[in-house]
């Protein structure tokens, strides 16, 4: 049976699978995976990008401004913005953590297997096709590189988000998103949470983003009370619906 985390399942949008999620900015659909009868994301992403919109500084900026980022993780560990090259070890770590184990150890392998090539799928074109102002995944790893620890961080536009943080007074045309926070079995309790989310809103911040939020399921406590000890609230909770057949949650914002 692979390890899993209590408190970072958050990420997920729905119980099938946490990187189903859509990335939506200025209208236009980034970093989708192919629904049920939908466009496959590769598509969708060479429309929605086009050359020479973002220009080769920004990708620059990110990367050398997260290499001065000082975080509170003591060596041999360290936290850094992912490459592309480490998709698929990303793409393990996060499977290893949000895959729902089945009883019968055959159909659980072969659930697994699937499950992963969704997630390096869906990682593969996130690294490769959202430019580094829309789209980041920071790592920790340890004095081998060896990755035990994945977060991701994406400025979107959702309309249900924004009409979520207008009601609470911020009105504004993008935010940041956290989601996909995972952190193996064996290395939990070092503190690998905290450092994540840190490191995400510092991205945040890069980026200009005044608000930053996440999601968390309702029925999973400790998570909840380790966003609102790290500064996190309730702006909205997932109306019945919009969670018929899904876990609700709610959204959360830093203060």
Same mark, same amino acid.
């Given at each position: @049976?692979? %390890?899993?985390?209590?408190?970072?399942?958050?990420?997920?949008? $729905?119980?099938?699978?946490?990187?189903?999620?859509? +990335?939506?900015? %200025?209208?236009?659909?980034?970093?989708?995976?192919?629904?049920? %009868?939908? !466009?496959?994301?590769?598509?969708?992403?060479?429309?929605?990008?086009?050359? %020479?919109?973002?220009?080769?500084?920004?990708?620059?900026?990110?990367?050398?401004?997260?290499?001065?980022? !000082?975080? !509170?993780?003591?060596?041999?560990?360290?936290?850094?913005?992912? *490459?592309?090259?480490?998709?698929?070890?990303?793409?393990?770590? @996060?499977?290893?953590?949000?895959?729902?184990?089945?009883?019968?150890? =055959? @159909? $659980?392998?072969?659930?697994? *297997?699937?499950?992963?090539?969704?997630?390096?799928?869906? =990682?593969?074109?996130?690294?490769?096709?959202?430019?580094?102002?829309?789209?980041?995944?920071?790592?920790?790893?340890?004095? $081998?590189?060896?990755?035990?620890?994945?977060?991701?961080?994406?400025?979107?536009?959702?309309?249900?988000?924004?009409?979520?943080?207008?009601? @609470?007074?911020?009105?504004?045309? *993008?935010?940041?998103?956290?989601?996909? =926070?995972?952190?193996?079995?064996?290395?939990?309790?070092?503190?690998?949470?905290?450092?994540?989310?840190?490191?995400?809103?510092?991205?945040?911040? +890069?980026?200009?983003?005044?608000?930053? +939020?996440?999601?968390?399921?309702?029925?999973?406590?400790?998570?909840?009370?380790?966003? &609102?000890? $790290?500064?996190?609230?309730?702006?909205?909770?997932?109306?019945?619906?919009?969670?018929?057949?899904?876990?609700?949650?709610?959204?959360?914002?830093? &203060?």
């Amino acid at each position: @049976m692979h %390890g899993r985390t209590s408190h970072c399942r958050h990420g997920a949008p $729905n119980q099938l699978s946490p990187f189903r999620e859509r +990335v939506f900015v %200025g209208g236009k659909l980034l970093g989708a995976r192919r629904d049920h %009868g939908g !466009e496959l994301r590769r598509g969708v992403l060479a429309r929605a990008i086009e050359p %020479g919109q973002v220009a080769p500084a920004t990708r620059l900026d990110l990367r050398s401004t997260l290499d001065k980022y !000082e975080s !509170e993780l003591k060596p041999p560990w360290t936290i850094r913005l992912a *490459t592309r090259r480490e998709a698929k070890d990303i793409a393990d770590v @996060m499977a290893k953590v949000f895959h729902k184990p089945q009883q019968l150890k =055959m @159909m $659980n392998d072969a659930s697994f *297997t699937i499950f992963k090539a969704e997630v390096l799928n869906s =990682m593969i074109s996130k690294l490769f096709h959202i430019p580094e102002d829309r789209f980041a995944c920071m790592v920790i790893c340890d004095g $081998n590189g060896e990755l035990c620890a994945a977060v991701e961080v994406s400025r979107q536009d959702q309309a249900t988000v924004l009409q979520s943080l207008a009601r @609470m007074g911020f009105v504004v045309p *993008t935010y940041a998103y956290i989601s996909g =926070m995972a952190v193996l079995d064996d290395c939990r309790r070092q503190g690998f949470g905290t450092a994540l989310l840190s490191a995400a809103e510092y991205v945040a911040d +890069v980026w200009g983003e005044s608000q930053t +939020v996440l999601h968390v399921y309702v029925d999973n406590p400790s998570a909840i009370e380790f966003y &609102e000890k $790290n500064g996190y609230s309730e702006i909205h909770k997932d109306d019945w619906f919009h969670v018929l057949g899904r876990r609700k949650r709610l959204l959360m914002r830093r &203060e």
